[in-house]
């Protein structure tokens, strides 16, 4: 082998005619190591009991009526809209939610783990915008939204379908969420994603989830497959459309994340620990409707917690006290034995190194915080309003890095090397070692866009940035995708599903 192709295989990039992407295989990491601590014991439960004194004193406005009539059946107190919520009902909801349970994919082999050390990445989903280097920004269709779920299901460090990164904002609304669906159910066979904004949208969502796995409307239930994202309407707000979702998505045994939006100085007070503690009530309100619903439905506790930026009003991630939050919401989720959710996250505005160190110190503190569900863990932008091709593919680069960060430290007879040590000897080197031959293809993390090469080689090359090469990344990944099986009898089901409900008008909207 030359040291041209050992450079190729190092980099993950061949240089050769028709090779594919030298990818990390699918694995879902697991935490070797105990989550982070910021917090003291002590200032948990400070931040428990003030938020517990929340929901008692000041409670949360609930606009649906359903939900309202759950909490007084518990014995809330109702009071119009207003929901006053005891600490003996919350903590009879912590007592019934379970802290680890499994997802279950149309594909067994991507089946996941909630919960525990196991740790899970979804794509960004919500942008109602796109861009790549070759077409700009503009509105998400349903192409790029097919594209988005594609490259989900391409690279192995992504576990779930996801929404799609981007929305299709070249289809009607009513039915929308019915072809993306659809495209989701066929084009991946990873855990899906449902949307809430709508009774019928929920309700398709996992109907086409139960057609897609080929199970029973009695296994469904018992298996969940598919999640939704609850975002209560922060300050201290629950709306209808999300909250009819905490009630149905346990009724049907499907995951719940409920994660309030609290950005510190904007719809949260603007010290962290006051926004924590809104954050804290908000989800452990979410958490009491959807247990009362259905005791033991899969629930996830959801921290998206970050600040403003003072001087404009907008939203800021990856900061200093985004990385603080995240780490806190993770002991808060653990004082409850509940599952975590928190996300990758940036502000930039184009992918440059804003967009990475942010995302780096998001994805550090999602980590370290104990993060199970880490969700926009790919393509991010723009604080969330844009799905970047480019970030995406970076992403996974980054996803890899720390999928290979969480491998546990080997000291076997092995990997302690001495014959190694004892074969080189005082003042040589390693590169010919039989120890190093037996193991340098596999022996460290390899990148698929960080280039490591002489400056004199990079020039040579083209001198292509990480920008340049993540673009030829994911398009050399959407060439290279293959669309995962799904039998006859599913897709002739699933399509007979769809026609029908694009026929009876999907989701009603007023426009």
């Known amino acids: 082998m030359t040291a041209q192709s050992r450079l190729s295989r190092r980099t993950g990039r061949s240089r050769g005619a028709g090779a594919t992407i030298a990818q990390s295989p699918w694995k879902q990491p697991k935490r070797p190591f105990p989550p982070m601590q910021f917090l003291s014991a002590e200032q948990v439960e400070t931040i428990h009991l003030a938020s517990l004194g929340l929901l008692e004193e000041i409670g949360m406005d609930v606009l649906d009526g359903e939900a309202r009539a759950i909490y007084a059946g518990a014995g809330a107190i109702v009071d119009g809209e207003r929901v006053r919520i005891g600490r003996e009902i ?15 994919a149309r594909n067994p082999e991507h089946n996941i783990t909630i919960g525990g050390d196991w740790v899970t990445f979804a794509p960004v989903g919500g942008p109602p915008n796109c861009s790549d280097m070759d077409r700009g920004r503009r509105p998400g269709t349903l192409q790029d939204n097919a594209d988005f779920i ?10 779930y379908a996801g929404g799609g990164s981007t929305d299709a904002l070249d289809v009607h609304a009513s039915v929308r969420h019915l072809l ?3 495209n989701k159910a066929r084009l991946s066979d990873k855990v899906l994603f449902t949307s809430s904004t709508g009774r019928a949208r929920l309700f398709d969502g996992i109907e086409m989830a139960r057609i897609a796995r080929g199970v029973s409307h009695e296994r469904m239930l018992a298996e969940p497959s598919i999640f939704t994202v609850i975002n209560t309407n922060s300050p201290l707000k629950l709306d209808g459309p999300m909250a009819m979702g905490v009630i149905e998505m346990a009724r049907h ?21 006051g926004a924590i503690v809104e954050q804290n009530a908000e989800a452990l309100a979410g958490l009491v409707l959807n247990q009362l619903a259905r005791p033991g439905a899969p629930f996830i506790y959801g921290g998206f917690t970050s600040n403003v930026d003072m001087k404009s009003g907008a939203p800021a991630f990856g900061t200093p006290e985004y ?3 995240t780490i806190a919401a993770g002991q808060m989720a653990r004082r409850y034995g509940l599952p975590y959710r928190t996300s990758n996250t940036n502000a930039a505005n184009t992918v440059d190194a804003q967009a990475a160190y942010e995302s780096v110190f ?6 370290m915080g104990g993060g199970n569900l880490i969700i926009h863990a790919a393509g991010w932008l723009e604080g969330g309003l844009v799905g970047s091709f480019e970030k995406f593919a970076l992403d996974c680069d ?15 007879d092995e990997a302690l090397g001495l014959s190694a040590i004892r074969e080189v000897g005082p003042g040589g080197h390693f590169f010919g070692a039989a120890h190093t031959l037996a193991r340098y293809e596999t022996a460290f993390y390899a990148p698929m866009i960080s280039d490591w090469r002489t400056f004199q080689q990079w020039t040579a090359g083209g001198g292509k940035d990480a920008t340049m ?14 669309e995962p099986s799904l039998p006859q009898d599913r897709n002739e089901e699933l399509e007979a599903f769809v026609r029908r409900r694009i026929e009876e008008g999907g989701e009603k909207t007023d426009f």
């Open 90 to 104: 919350v903590e009879a909801a912590l007592g019934s939610a379970p802290s680890q349970f499994t997802v279950y």
């Open 150 to 159: 594609r490259l989900s299901q391409f690279f192995n460090c992504i576990h």
């Open 180 to 182: 993306i669906g659809a």
């Open 253 to 273: 045994g499907q995951v719940c994340c409920v994660t309030p939006f609290t950005l510190a100085g904007a719809m949260a007070p603007v010290t962290l620990a």
């Open 323 to 325: 990385m603080k939050a």
């Open 362 to 367: 998001s994805l550090w503190a999602a980590i």
């Open 398 to 412: 980054l996803l890899q890095m720390v999928q290979s960060f969480l491998e546990p430290f080997d000291t076997s």
């Open 469 to 482: 090469r993540a673009n030829q990344l994911w398009k050399r990944a959407l060439e290279e995708y293959r």
